[in-house]
């Protein structure tokens, strides 16, 4: 978090999550949140009174100890943070301790190996870094009392190593935010007249999210005579890069850059009515909550096959998946697709279903569900 004027600037969506998970849970909750964060993307300002939360603040590097976690039943730590990863140690009698993660051991090599401002030492600095906190985690893990894992690639990975691992698929839809069956109907009727092939992009615009590759797909599409566009949704380092690369297209209206616009309020709106297929270009495997909320808003997906999508389209039959890092054959793929609007119609039902199977509400009361019972406590009835 940030601190400004006696106001915290805290990430939107973390909020909005802490309040329903309050709304459930029958006594207090605390968050720890650590200032020095230079920015927060997709924030805004609170004040004190307005988080449904107590609060601690940390320094940027400051240690956790028992002090902190004195009077508290249960701990909800991040596994993905390496200062969380000491926490057994500090448990006093009788206390709980679940992890929450995300990310594998392949994905943060991924991830710093993307990484454009890393030397070729620094990479090898970082990895053997890397290697270390990977051993912290693994300890700790088999010494907590339960794991929650975002994503099969976490689950797959990690849940050897706890005898009470959750997996759940995370995303923001609500029953409100999911297409439409007209809005589904509408969009088949476009493509079985030979409407241009709508491709979306949502998300930071980060070596990580493979931005990089949004123009060359673009590239490749003009050159084969393929009839598309592509909305780029979302803000990052690339986001200059990308803006030129749109001036050099044969023709730069194809491809608009939108910038960071509010999830519920435009991106969703937008996706569930002028989007056919999100493209995605994900070089490494995070769990990427685009994917479920695109595909509840009834697009499929034409994806890299990082870990995260080829386990997600092997259950939901949502799209289709090319070799990682080569955009050329992710986008000759789109090539074929846009001379197959059936193919389109039958992966964009699937995903649609898929992701109303796996809603936001229902697939955080799982976790909620889990962590009571670890606490011994019930959720409130009104939160159902």
């Known amino acids: 978090m940030i601190e400004s004027d006696g106001r915290l600037r805290l990430d939107v969506k973390f909020v909005e999550g802490m309040r329903v998970q309050q709304g459930l849970w029958p006594s207090r909750i605390t968050a720890a949140l650590r200032r020095g964060v230079s920015s927060i993307p997709f924030g805004r300002?609170?004040?004190?009174?307005?988080?449904?939360?107590?609060l601690v603040l940390l320094d940027p590097d400051e240690a956790l100890t028992q002090r902190h976690l004195s009077g508290?039943?249960?701990?909800?730590?991040g596994g993905d943070d390496f200062?969380?990863?000491g926490l057994p140690d500090l448990l006093h009698p009788g206390q709980k301790l679940v992890y929450v993660i995300e990310y594998t051991h392949e994905t943060r090599l991924q991830i710093m190996d993307l990484d454009r401002s890393r030397s070729l030492l620094g990479r090898l600095r970082g990895r053997f870094w890397l290697r270390q906190q990977e051993k912290r985690r693994e300890r700790a893990f088999r010494r907590a009392t339960a794991l929650q894992a975002n994503g099969y690639p976490a689950y797959d990975q990690y849940a050897p190593l706890c005898s009470d691992t959750l997996l759940y698929l995370d995303g923001r839809m609500t029953p409100d935010l999911f297409a439409t069956e007209a809005e589904?109907?509408?969009?088949e009727v476009w493509r079985a007249a030979g409407g241009p092939m709508r491709l979306i992009f949502s998300g930071r615009l980060e070596p990580m999210k493979g931005a990089q590759d949004l123009i060359p797909v673009a590239q490749v599409l003009e050159r084969r005579g393929t009839d598309f566009t592509?909305?780029?949704f979302g803000t990052g380092s690339l986001q200059g890069e990308i803006a030129a690369g749109m001036r050099r297209l044969a023709d730069p209206g194809r491809v608009r850059l939108h910038g960071a616009v509010d999830f519920e309020t435009e991106l969703v709106p937008f996706t569930r009515t002028q989007a056919d297929v999100f493209l995605g270009c994900h070089r490494q495997s995070d769990p990427s909550c685009t994917y479920i909320e695109a595909?509840?808003?009834?697009?499929?997906?034409?994806?890299?096959?990082n870990r995260m999508?080829?386990?997600?389209?092997?259950e939901a039959q949502a799209g289709w998946g090319s070799p990682l890092g080569e955009p050329e054959m992710l986008a000759e793929r789109l090539v074929a697709l846009a001379r197959d609007p059936d193919a389109i119609?039958?992966?964009?039902r699937n995903a649609w279903a898929f992701s109303q199977a796996h809603a936001f509400l229902p697939e955080f009361r799982r976790r909620m569900e889990h962590l009571a019972r670890i606490a011994g406590t019930n959720l409130l009835p009104a939160a159902a």
Do not use: K
């Open 45 to 54: 300002d609170y004040g004190l009174d307005e988080l449904p939360f107590e």
């Open 72 to 77: 508290f039943d249960l701990i909800y730590a």
């Open 83 to 85: 200062h969380c990863l």
């Open 184 to 187: 589904m109907a509408a969009r």
């Open 230 to 232: 592509l909305d780029i």
């Open 295 to 305: 595909m509840g808003c009834g697009v499929a997906v034409a994806s890299y096959d």
């Open 309 to 314: 999508w080829q386990r997600l389209n092997g």
């Open 345 to 348: 119609t039958r992966a964009s």
